[in-house]
């Protein structure tokens, strides 16, 4: 993964300013990281809306957005992935991203739910088109860390 994270590891032609420095420039962080901080995004944000929490659930979704905005931006293009991040990642997530805000504004658990599924169904849609179809993502069912409550805070009033 070492390489991954060096910005020498991108073939994208027009580059950000902080994109421009070679394998002793400043840290990028790579694909691979973006994607494992979504995974836990990903579970803390299922979650959530399992507890009804919709601001924690909130927080989590906009974290997942920012991390895949990351990932266009410092990634546009990667190996072995066929189409631009560009294309991918609004093509198979943003519909779903969506439908998910929709759902915690609206604080509809039912149609959390199926969102959070197309969200799952867009990772692996994904993941299978950019040859990483082995890295399969379902639904979370133990939480990811035992330090944090997932319930409202009784002290938010949610
Ligand atoms: C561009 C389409 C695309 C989308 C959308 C996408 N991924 Fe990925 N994912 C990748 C690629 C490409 C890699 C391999 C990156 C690498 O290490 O080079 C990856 C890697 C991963 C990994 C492995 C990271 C590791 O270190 O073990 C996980 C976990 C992961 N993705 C989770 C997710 C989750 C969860 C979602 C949806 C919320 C998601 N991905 C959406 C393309 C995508």
């Given at each position: 993964m070492?390489?991954?994270?060096?910005i020498?590891?991108?073939?994208n032609e027009?580059?950000?300013?902080?994109?421009?420095?070679?394998?002793?420039g400043?840290?990028?962080?790579?694909l691979?990281?973006?994607?494992?901080l979504?995974q836990?995004?990903?579970?803390?944000?299922?979650?959530?809306?399992?507890?009804?929490?919709?601001?924690?659930?909130?927080?989590?979704?906009?974290?997942?957005?920012e991390g895949?905005d990351?990932?266009v931006?410092?990634?546009?293009?990667?190996?072995?992935v066929?189409?631009?991040?560009?294309?991918m990642?609004?093509?198979?997530v943003?519909?779903?991203?969506a439908e998910i805000?929709?759902?915690?504004?609206?604080?509809?658990?039912?149609r959390f739910?199926?969102?959070?599924?197309r969200?799952?169904a867009g990772c692996?849609a994904?993941?299978?088109?950019?040859?990483?179809?082995?890295?399969?993502?379902?639904?979370?069912?133990?939480?990811?860390?035992s330090?944090?409550?997932?319930t409202?805070?009784?002290?938010?009033?949610?």
């Open positions: 070492v390489a991954s994270v060096l020498g590891g991108c073939s027009k580059k950000p300013p902080q994109q421009q420095a070679d394998a002793s400043p840290y990028v962080i790579g691979g990281e973006i994607m494992g979504t836990m995004r990903h579970a803390k944000l299922w979650f959530a809306g399992q507890a009804n929490n919709w601001p924690l659930a909130a927080y989590e979704l906009d974290e997942l957005k895949f990351d990932a931006r410092y990634h546009p293009h990667h190996k072995s066929p189409r631009p991040l560009t294309t990642i609004p093509q198979f943003g519909e779903p991203i805000d929709t759902a915690i504004k609206t604080r509809d658990r039912t739910v199926a969102a959070f599924d969200l799952t692996n994904c993941h299978e088109e950019a040859s990483f179809g082995f890295n399969v993502v379902k639904r979370p069912t133990v939480p990811p860390y330090n944090q409550s997932f409202p805070a009784a002290r938010s009033g949610a």
